[in-house]
């Protein structure tokens, strides 16, 4: 297996709304998480937190708790690299501004 693109520059387009990037298939183990890359193309600074959520819809809390990306910079997210994301559960993702930052991730589904 090889790691592939699974969340290719989403945006999110709610403020401070939970909103899910990825699902993760329901066979199988789950998806682990290789690189989270979050970057701000905006005018402005921007805060974003992510989450695992199981099948059932539980959190046990935030992957990557409020982070700052500065306009024209990036967030490699590295407390999210090699989480695994449960068969069945999802990557879900708020921001502070509508639509100012590109979620992008890379991972292998197991």
Not at 32 to 38: D, E, F, N, S, Y
Not at 53 to 63: K, M, T, Y
Not at 67 to 96: C, H, M, Y
């Amino acid at each position: 297996m090889t790691d592939t693109a699974l969340v290719s520059n989403e945006t999110i387009g709610t403020v401070d709304t939970i909103e899910i990037l990825y699902t993760a298939p329901t066979s199988g183990l789950g998806t682990v998480i290789r690189a989270l890359t979050v970057t701000n193309n905006s005018t402005a600074s921007v805060s974003y937190k992510a989450y695992i959520f199981s099948a059932a819809g539980v959190i046990d809390g935030a992957i990557a708790p409020l982070k700052i990306v500065v306009r024209d910079r990036f967030d490699s997210a590295a407390s999210a690299v090699n989480q695994v994301i449960p068969a069945g559960g999802t990557l879900r993702a708020e921001n502070s501004t509508a639509n100012a930052l590109s979620f992008y991730m890379t991972g292998l589904e197991q």
